[in-house]
Structure formats: C-alpha cells, structure tokens
C-alpha cells in the first residue's frame, strides 16, 4: 500500500541547536513532497515543496528539505532552530496523476526547550 | 485578504444529531478538500471535490456527507451514522501547486 512515514512522533531540541525531521515515502514514481507546519488549534501553512529538479529545496521560517530519490526520503532541516518553530510538522505526498490529493504522514511534534 | 474561513472554530453535538460545517474560499480554487485529523494520526481525507456539482468520496467518508453548488463553498455534514465523529476537521483548496488550509473546527459530541 502506498504510505507516508515519519518515524519520529516527537522530538525535544534545544533553541540553537539543529533540528532534522525524516519523512520516508512508497509511491512507484516521482510524486510532489510537500512540508507543513501546524501551530496548536490552527491549521497548516506550507512550509516548502518538491516537484521536480533540483533536489534540496529552500522555503519559509529558514527550512530546507532535500530530495532522495534512492531512499525515497524527503527530509526537513533548519540549521538552527528558534522556540517559534515548536508545532506539529506534517510530511505530504501528492501522487502527480491525482492533482492535489495528499497523503500525509503521522506527524512530529517538536518541542523546543531554552 | 484571499483565504479559507471555517465555521464554527468549536461545535458541541449531542449524540443522534447532524452537523454542518462551513467552508468557504475566495480564492477562486476549483478543488476543495475535507480531512479529519485525530491525535498521532496525521491527516485523513473524507470528500474532496475538483469542479463544482461533483465530488469523491476519500479514505473516511463513512458517516460524512457534502455538497457543491458553488465554487467558493464545500459544506461537509457529519451524520448521526458517524461513529466517531469527535476530531478537528480541515478544510482545505487548492490550485495545481498547493492546498491551502482553513482555521479548523474542533467537533465535539457529548
């Protein structure tokens, strides 16, 4: 079956240090990988995406996220991160024959101590 | 502003009963999307609609019903047939690059 997986439910990080979030994905092609973030009762804002060419991709808040085709890995990285970024981060797959159907993964929540 | 709004931000239900929730953009999306988002359970999509007067059912549709009659509006029901109907619900549109989420409502039956 076709399946998103984000294997870390949560992850503590201290404010400054460095905050990588692994998103692992089963679909037979190439889909578009998406990143969201959502603050507590709110909904989701993007945070950047993937659909083709180059392989490490920029978006807001200071997140990049790179593309591995050979792991089918599509992970999310802020060099160093800032109490702001504590929230729920959802990894999202878009088969690219469904044109915008998500599938999305379980989710990791980040906490951020001083 | 362009956006999606959401109505009500909470909604108490006693068992038996229907609701609507309201979902409404001006972003002149064509498709619209429901999810239902339960702790440690990500996202899950109950309808989801890609040109006004139709709609599909997605992985949870079960217990929901919707309508579309015009582009800027996705009602979703939850009917007293959902078993398990407490949860955040997620309204979502899109354009051929990016969904763009609503507020949520918190359902809660009691």
């Known amino acids: 079956a076709q399946s998103v997986t984000q294997p870390d439910i949560h992850i503590t990080v201290s404010e400054g240090a460095s905050l990588e979030l692994r998103c692992n994905y089963s679909y037979g092609a190439t889909p578009y990988l998406f990143w969201y973030v959502q603050s507590p009762g709110q909904g989701l804002q993007l945070l950047l995406k993937?659909?083709?060419?180059?392989?490490l991709v920029q978006g807001i808040k200071g997140f990049e996220a790179e593309f591995k085709r050979s792991q089918s890995s599509f992970n999310l990285r802020k060099p160093s991160v800032h109490w702001s970024d504590a929230a729920e981060y959802f990894c999202?797959?878009?088969?690219?024959?469904?044109?915008?159907?998500?599938?999305f993964g379980a989710g990791t929540q980040v906490v951020v101590t001083p | 502003d362009g956006g999606i709004t959401q109505s009500p931000k909470y909604l108490f239900r006693k068992e038996g009963q229907n609701v609507t929730l309201s979902c409404e953009q001006n972003l002149n999306h064509d498709a619209m999307y429901w999810y239902r988002q339960d702790p440690g359970q990500g996202l899950r999509l109950i309808y989801y609609s890609q040109i006004v007067n139709d709609f599909q059912k997605g992985d949870i549709a079960e217990g929901y019903s919707v309508s579309r009659e015009k582009k800027e509006s996705f009602p979703l029901t939850v009917t007293s047939a959902q078993k398990n109907p407490t949860a955040f619900y997620l309204c979502a549109s899109s354009d051929r690059n990016e969904q763009f989420f609503g507020p949520g409502t918190r359902l809660t039956v009691l």
């Open positions: 993937y659909f083709s060419g180059d392989t």
């Open positions: 999202a797959v878009d088969e690219t024959d469904s044109w915008g159907k998500l599938q």
